[in-house]
């Protein structure tokens, strides 16, 4: 039987006094969202706070809108919400392909945007889908607010620049024209962390039919892509031409720059490979969405799930 | 610390350690054991119960994360002293066989239901595939779910044209 230790606990009823709380119980206390993966943490004893202050009452920190041209999503937004959220989809569709393979349903209601990216497992999904769209991190203390590009926001595993007395707040994601974006993840079965993953977003060149590359971001997770990225891969797509041998070669870089590490979800020889694949799937996929080519690649599947839709295998007999 | 949760339409102030996790609270301070406890690591859903509108894998949330809150669990699920249709579903199509899992499912089931009132198949397995059941194989688990949103369908139009009471006419098997 998996039994926390012996904790103390706050419930928050505001950011301020959600950060009053963190000031007073000093850096033994942890702020609990979801709890989905913090909960776990401290079943294996991995976690022993001695207080948890519960922010699940800051209910003004669950929000997806667009303000000033960028799309803003509260940190204790659900991975539910965003799924359903038809703003977010429209306006980066990578958001609901990671989101749809996040986990399950029942654990997508409750664990948040904002505890993913604390909780800054290295096979965390949206960490990956937030480095591709070279978001924003809004982090709140008591003197003030502060902001972080998603590429700095990871120190290592489990360890991101969120400070103790800190609450990460808002992720922002600049709305640039002529953008399209994807994620693509293989996991060993529906619902399980992936064993690698990859998202990107691509923006072209003066709009939707030229055919260069004007900027794109890679995200990686799983495969020990340095935060979560792929940098040398974005500098060789930086004016290429939006091509399937462009992605290729893509795919090779970051893959090439990325150092798996062999687990029970498989080899590292296998983890990038996947990095490299998914890389270029991901790429070929946003750049249908971002200039609106008809229907898109089949998203990868695991083994063994069928697509919407297909007629399910009969057994003889029935 | 003193929590107080409305578990099933009744109140419970009970004083617990923080670090109680839900599942416990609800099987070991409560009694209510319809509500299994399995895993212990989050994947296999024998126990979801509903926290205020929605169903959460309780060994996964602290019974002071539902102070203040409702609680809906498998003892809770019928109405008017009958049966939800979710459960004739899972009697009348042979949805369990060890009952292991069904608590969970069946508070899943009835949250989908009440989202979506007529799922596919495959939405029926998507909304249940955080949950695992050893025995049935899935089939007769979605099977039971249509078969609730069949009845469900079925009996609202009867009440909309004012027939009947809204109660379920079919027999059980
Ligand atoms: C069965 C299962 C399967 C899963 N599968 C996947 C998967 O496939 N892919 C994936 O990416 N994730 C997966 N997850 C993790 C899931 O996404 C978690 O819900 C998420 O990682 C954590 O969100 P939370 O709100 O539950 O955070 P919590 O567990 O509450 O917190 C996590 C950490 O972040 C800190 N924190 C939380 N919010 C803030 C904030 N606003 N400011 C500062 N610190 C904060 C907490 O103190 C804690 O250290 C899975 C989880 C489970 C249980
Ligand atoms: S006991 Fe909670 S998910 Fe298995
Ligand atoms: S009926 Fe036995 S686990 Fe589902």
């Known amino acids: ?318 | 610390m003193q929590i107080a949760v409305s578990v099933n339409g009744t109140e419970y102030s009970r004083v617990i350690e923080p670090r109680l996790l839900l599942i416990h609270f609800i099987r070991d301070d409560l009694g209510l054991t319809g509500s299994h406890w399995g895993c212990d690591t989050s994947n296999c859903g024998a126990c979801v119960v509903w926290l205020d509108d929605l169903p959460v894998k309780s060994c996964t949330v602290l019974a002071a994360m539902a102070d203040g809150r409702r609680v809906l669990t498998v003892e809770g699920l019928e109405r008017r002293g009958e049966l939800d249709p979710v459960q004739q579903g899972f009697a009348h199509c042979h949805g369990l066989q060890c009952g292991f899992c069904t608590p969970g499912m069946m508070l899943t089931a009835r949250w989908l239901l009440d989202r979506n009132p007529d799922p596919s198949e495959q939405e029926i397995r998507e909304a249940i595939s955080g949950q695992i059941c050893r025995c049935t194989g899935y089939e007769n688990i979605v099977r039971s779910v249509r078969w609730a949103a069949e009845h469900e369908s079925a009996a609202a139009d009867r009440d909309h044209h004012g027939l009947g009471d809204g109660s379920e006419g079919d027999d059980l098997a």
Request: net charge neutral.
């Open chain 1, 1 to 318: 039987m998996q039994v926390p230790a012996y904790v103390e606990y706050e419930k928050a009823t505001s950011v301020d006094h959600a950060l009053t709380l963190l000031a007073r119980f000093g850096p033994e206390a942890r702020v609990l969202a979801g709890g989905h993966s913090l909960i776990p943490m401290m079943k294996l004893r991995l976690a022993q706070p001695e207080t948890l202050i519960d922010i699940n009452g800051l209910t003004g920190l669950s929000y997806i809108e667009v303000t000033d041209g960028e799309l803003r999503i509260g940190a204790m937004t659900r991975h539910a919400q965003l799924l359903d959220s038809a703003v977010a989809g429209q306006r980066f569709a990578i958001l609901h392909d990671a989101e749809r393979v996040i986990a399950d349903p029942v654990v997508r209601l409750w664990g948040t945007v904002g505890g993913s990216l604390c909780q800054a497992d290295p096979s965390e999904d949206l960490s990956a889908a937030f480095a591709a769209l070279k978001a924003t991190m809004v982090i709140q203390n008591l003197t003030g607010t502060r902001t972080v590009h998603a590429r700095e926001f990871h120190t290592g595993p489990y360890e991101t620049v969120v400070a103790p007395g800190e609450l990460l707040t808002e992720i922002r994601i600049a709305i640039v024209p002529g953008g399209g974006s994807a994620y693509q993840k293989v996991g060993r079965r529906v619902g399980d962390w992936p064993i690698g993953a990859a998202g990107a977003a691509i923006w072209l060149d003066n709009g939707s039919d030229s055919g260069t590359i004007a900027d794109a971001g890679i995200g990686l997770t799983a495969v020990g892509a340095e935060h979560f990225s792929a940098a040398a891969a974005e500098d060789f797509l930086r004016g290429a031409p939006a091509t399937q041998e462009t992605f290729a070669r893509a795919g090779q870089i970051a893959a090439e720059h990325c150092r798996p590490v062999s687990d029970q979800r498989g080899p590292a020889d296998y983890k990038r490979h996947l990095a490299g694949e998914l890389t270029a799937r991901a790429l070929g996929a946003a750049l249908a969405r971002a200039t609106g080519a008809g229907p898109l690649p089949p998203v990868q599947r695991s083994p063994g799930q069928r697509s919407p839709g297909s007629p399910r295998p009969r057994r003889g007999g029935s």
